[in-house]
């Protein structure tokens, strides 16, 4: 048999260097040092005898044989992930652990009902994971991800939990008066010195960052932030108001809410598995669980 004149944790680390164009950002994506990541790419150049990669000032640059040995890697990549993802099929019963993915707000409610799926499926482990980023499941980053936008990859199944209104809500005790039974939340939400908080650029595709561009066009928002946890906290400590999805602002004792729902402004809440996973016994306990939650109305959305 010939030998290879590479092994595969040296495709592992040119394919993240590959996609992040720099050595420290690939460090960080692997969990290795700048030096590792750095040796393992000039001992993949010496076995194929061509250098992979040009430094110029926008960032790491392939050349082509890098662009080749990339086409080449990739499919290698998804089908060892592949294989790793059904190999995970082999379990019989619906044990070990269970790794979901979700934003700050989702988090904040599914936390709330963990001990029903600990008292359901007592043989899973579950790992919570509340991050903005989206976890990659075709990686296995994670087994389930709970999102608000439904995803872009391929091969994932995507089930709807529920819709999930938004509310305008301030600190218990503020000085701002909620809008009243028969008032106009037009003209409420028109008024001025309403200290608004939004959320920054990078985030502006979020549904209510969108709502408060094309609704509120004259407001400059006091606070911007890029995460959910920070929105209620900073609208929990009395600096000003803002959007949250009613359930997470109902459920907290420290938040009054200003209006009643917002017109048209609905996000879903998607539950997203990878269609190799999707009937892996431990999984599929977890995902019907996580839906039976949402359908008797256990989490109030």
């Known amino acids: 048999m010939l030998k290879s004149p590479y092994d595969w944790d040296d495709i592992r680390v040119f394919l993240a260097v590959y996609e992040m164009k720099s050595f420290s950002a690939a460090a960080r994506e692997l969990g290795l040092s700048q030096p ?3 040796r393992r790419i000039k001992s993949l150049e010496g076995g194929l005898k061509s250098r992979l990669f040009e430094r110029l000032s926008e960032g790491l640059c392939p050349t082509e044989a890098g662009v080749m040995l990339a086409s ?3 499919p290698m990549a998804e089908a ?5 993802r059904q190999s995970t ?3 019989a019963d619906s044990v070990g652990t269970v790794r979901i993915s979700m934003n700050e707000q989702a988090g904040m409610l599914i936390s709330e009902h963990v001990h029903q799926i600990r008292r359901a499926l007592p043989g899973i482990e579950l ?3 509340t991050t903005h980023v989206e976890a990659s499941l075709s990686r296995r980053e994670a087994d389930l991800v709970i999102r608000f936008c439904k995803p872009k990859q391929g091969n994932l199944f995507t089930q709807k939990l529920t819709e999930m209104p938004f509310a305008v809500f301030g600190a218990k005790g503020c000085d701002i008066e909620p809008l009243s039974p028969k008032g106009d939340l037009k003209v409420w939400l028109e008024q001025k010195y309403l200290p608004w908080i939004g959320w ?5 595709y979020q549904p209510d960052a969108t709502w408060m ?3 509120l066009k004259m407001v400059t928002p006091v606070i911007r932030i890029s995460n959910a946890l920070m929105m209620q906290t ?3 400590d009395d600096l000003g108001i803002g959007l949250l999805p009613s359930a997470a602002g109902d459920h907290d004792p420290q938040l009054i809410r200003l209006t009643p729902d917002i017109p048209g402004l609905v996000s879903n809440l998607h539950l997203i598995v990878h269609g190799d996973l999707r009937f892996v016994p431990a999984i599929r306990s977890v995902m019907n669980e996580l839906i039976s939650i949402f359908r008797t109305k256990a989490v109030a959305c």
């Not at 920054?200 to 502006?204: G, K, Q, R, T």
């Open 36 to 38: 590792t990541v750095g």
């Open 72 to 74: 080449k890697a990739f």
């Open 80 to 84: 060892a992930e592949t294989l790793n």
């Open 89 to 91: 099929l082999l379990a």
């Open 127 to 129: 790992e919570l994971i």
């Open 200 to 204: 920054d650029e990078e985030h502006s």
């Open 213 to 215: 561009r094309s609704t």
């Open 234 to 236: 900073i609208i929990r």
